[in-house]
C-alpha cells in the first residue's frame, strides 16, 4: 500500500524469539531424556543458543523512552514458545506413546473455549487427539480444574507458554472432596515419585489458592502448618524464588453465580509450568494507535491465533481486515500477513489520532509492537477476489471477523457491463451482501488458498431462533474442528468455527457442490431485523402474529433494512 516494510520508527524492536531459544532448549532437553545425545550436539545446541541471543542483542535499537521500554517489553514476552516446525517435531519426537495426567488451571472465561484450545496447541506440539477429562462433580464441566494427559513436561511447557485461556499446568500429586481426602492422597503417593523434589537441597514454597471462596489469614496458616502431614519437604522455605512451588487448590462452585451450590473439590500438586500474562496490558485496545468499532478484542485474536496453529513463518490472510487487530496477534507470532478490506479508507487513509492529531493507520499498530510490516494490505472482495486461479496453496491460515449485519454490514462488488475508462480514481459499486453468500465464499477462498492441512478460522452471528447444527457453512475440501459460542447479548451470541483443509482442492467436486446449495439462505440472515427488533415486535411474533421481519400475512410490522457501516464509523 505504497509504504516500505524496511521504513521503521526508533520504537521498532527486533522480536527475536526468546520463547524459541527456551523451546528449543526444552526440545533439546526432552531429545536427551529419550535418546543419548552426544558431546558435539549438546555444545552444538548451547552454541546456537548463544549466537541467537548475541542476534537479538545487536539487532534491538535503543528505545525512546522508559516508557516505551516497558509498554514493548509486555509484548515482547509474548513471542512464540515453539514458532518452528522443527521444534515442534522435536517435542514430538521426544514424546513416549504413554501419557501422564496433569491438571490444568484455565482462566475463567469463554468456558466454551478453553478446550479447543488446548487441544489445538497439544496438536501443533505433536499430541493429537489429545485426552481432556472434566472433574467429578455436577458442576465439573464449569469449574477451572480440568485433567489433560500430555507425555511429558516439555510438551505442557510449551502450551502453558502459548495458551491465552491457560493459567497452568500441574503434576497431580493428590486430591479429594476434603482437605483430609486430599492428604491421605498425597501421602499415599510412592516415596520414590516426591524424593526428587523434597529433599535437603530443594527449597520450595505452597501456593494456596481459592477458587469461588475465600480464606481467612487464620485458615491458610492451619492449612500450610498442616501441610508437612503429607508433603516430606526438608529443603528450606523460600518465597521469591524457589526451585519447586506447590500447589493447594480448593474450588467451589455455585451458590454466588447463579448455580445451585456443589461440594468443594481440594487439589494438590507441583507446578509444572505458570503462565506469564504479563502481555495483556500492552496490546489493550485502548493503548493501541488505531481502532475502530469491530477492533477484535486482544485475548480473543491471540486465540484464534492457537485455534489456527499460527506458528513462525506462516502466511497468514484476514479477508475482512479492517483496522488489522487479528493480524496484530499474527504478528506477534511472528507470522507473514496479509490484509484485505472492501473499504479502501480503512486500508489506505486511517483517521486522526484525538490525542496527538497526527495520522494513524495499520501500519501505526505495527510501528508501535515493532512488528514486521505485513506483506500486503489489498481493497479486494471476498465474492470477486483478484487471486489468480493458478495460484494454488499459499496461505497457512485464514483469520477472520466477516461483518454481522449489526454493527457493521456486509457489502461487495457489482459488476457493470461497460469498459472502466479511469481505473485510477474509480470506485467501484457495491451492493448489501448476504451471510450466506459472505461465508460461502470465505469457504470457498480458503479451500482454493489454503495448504492441504492448513485452517480457517472465523466468527459467525447465532440467535437462539435461528441457531441449527445443519446450517453451519460447510465444504467439501473442509472439515469442522470445533464451533464454539460466545454470548453477546441475550438475543444474539457468535461462534467461533474452526476448520481445516483436508485434501486438495477439486475444482468439479467444488462446482458440484455449489450448484448443490444455490438455494440455501441460512435463517441468521434476518440477525439484524432479530437484534433491532421492538418490544412490540418481539410480543407479536411470541402471540403469533408473524414474525419480526412482518413476513407473515397479516402483520402490520414494517421490515428494517439494514444500513451499511464500514469499520471506521
Not at 503417593?189 to 516426591?194: E, G, S, T, V
Not at 438475543?491 to 458440484?512: E, F, G, I, N
Amino acid at each position: 500500500m505504497g509504504r516500505s516494510r524496511t521504513n521503521l520508527t526508533t520504537k521498532q524492536v527486533y522480536l527475536a524469539p526468546r520463547a524459541e531459544a527456551a523451546a528449543a532448549a526444552a526440545a533439546a532437553a526432552a531429545a536427551a531424556a529419550s535418546t543419548t545425545v552426544s558431546t558435539d550436539s549438546t555444545s552444538a545446541t548451547a552454541s546456537a543458543l548463544q549466537q541467537l541471543q548475541l542476534q537479538e542483542q545487536q539487532q534491538q535499537p535503543p528505545l525512546t523512552s522508559a516508557s516505551d521500554r516497558q509498554h514493548l517489553e509486555a509484548c515482547y514476552e509474548l513471542q512464540d514458545a515453539a514458532p518452528s516446525s522443527s521444534n515442534s517435531q522435536q517435542l514430538s519426537a521426544s514424546s513416549s506413546t504413554t501419557t501422564q495426567r496433569y491438571l490444568v488451571y484455565f482462566l475463567h472465561r469463554l468456558l466454551d473455549f478453553r478446550v479447543p484450545e488446548l487441544e489445538a496447541l497439544a496438536d501443533m506440539y505433536g499430541v493429537p487427539n489429545v485426552r481432556c477429562e472434566a472433574p467429578p462433580g455436577e458442576h465439573g464441566s464449569l469449574g477451572p480444574f480440568w485433567y489433560v494427559h500430555l507425555p511429558n513436561e516439555q510438551v505442557a511447557a510449551a502450551i502453558v507458554a502459548r495458551a491465552v485461556l491457560i493459567r497452568g499446568i500441574f503434576e497431580l500429586w493428590g486430591e479429594g472432596s476434603s482437605f483430609e481426602e486430599m492428604g491421605a492422597a498425597v501421602a499415599a503417593l510412592p516415596a520414590a515419585a516426591k524424593a526428587p523434589y523434597c529433599g535437603p537441597d530443594t527449597s520450595f514454597k505452597i501456593v494456596l489458592d481459592a477458587w469461588g471462596h475465600s480464606w481467612s489469614e487464620e485458615q491458610q496458616q492451619q492449612m500450610i502448618d498442616r501441610c508437612p502431614e503429607f508433603l516430606p519437604s526438608q529443603g528450606r522455605v523460600e518465597l521469591r524464588a524457589p526451585q519447586q512451588t506447590f500447589w493447594l487448590a480448593c474450588a467451589r462452585l455455585g451458590g454466588a453465580n447463579g448455580l445451585p451450590a456443589s461440594e468443594p473439590r481440594w487439589y494438590f500438586g507441583r507446578q509444572v509450568a505458570l503462565a506469564d500474562r504479563s502481555w495483556v496490558k500492552g496490546y489493550a485496545l485502548p493503548r493501541r494507535a488505531y481502532i475502530g468499532p469491530t477492533s477484535m478484542d486482544p485475548e480473543v485474536a491471540f486465540l484464534m491465533t492457537n485455534l489456527a496453529q499460527v506458528r513462525r513463518s506462516s502466511l497468514v490472510l484476514d479477508p475482512y481486515v479492517g483496522t488489522g487487530s487479528i493480524l496484530i496477534a499474527a504478528a506477534a507470532r511472528n507470522a507473514h500477513t496479509m490484509g484485505c478490506d472492501i473499504d479502501v479508507r480503512v486500508l489506505k487513509h486511517g483517521r486522526k489520532c484525538p490525542k496527538s492529531g497526527r495520522q494513524v493507520d495499520i501500519y501505526s499498530n505495527y510501528e508501535q509492537y515493532g512488528l514486521q510490516y505485513p506483506v500486503g494490505l489489498l481493497r479486494m472482495d471476498v465474492h470477486t477476489h483478484p487471486f489468480r486461479e493458478g495460484m494454488g496453496e499459499v496461505f497457512s491460515a485464514i483469520l477472520g471477523d466477516p461483518p454481522y449485519g449489526v454493527r457493521a454490514g456486509g457489502r461487495k462488488l457489482v459488476a457493470k457491463s461497460h469498459a472502466i475508462r479511469h481505473r485510477s480514481s474509480h470506485i467501484p459499486s457495491t451492493e448489501p451482501y448476504s451471510l450466506t453468500e459472505c461465508l460461502a465464499d470465505l469457504l470457498e477462498l480458503a479451500a482454493v488458498t489454503l495448504v492441504t492441512g492448513g485452517r480457517l478460522v472465523f466468527f459467525m452471528p447465532a440467535s437462539p431462533e435461528t441457531y441449527k447444527e445443519d446450517q453451519l457453512p460447510c465444504h467439501p475440501m473442509l472439515a469442522t474442528v470445533s464451533n464454539v459460542e460466545q454470548p453477546l447479548q441475550s438475543r444474539y451470541s457468535r461462534r467461533l468455527v474452526t476448520m481445516v483443509k483436508v485434501k486438495p482442492y477439486d475444482p468439479v467436486v467444488a462446482a458440484q457442490f455449489k450448484e448443490s446449495r444455490k438455494d440455501f439462505v441460512m435463517d441468521i440472515d434476518r440477525l439484524h431485523d432479530i437484534v433491532y427488533a421492538t418490544e412490540q415486535q418481539q410480543q407479536q411474533q411470541g402471540d403469533g402474529g408473524g414474525s419480526v421481519d412482518g413476513s407473515s400475512e397479516g402483520s402490520s410490522v414494517v421490515k428494517v433494512k439494514a444500513k451499511y457501516r464500514s469499520k471506521m464509523c
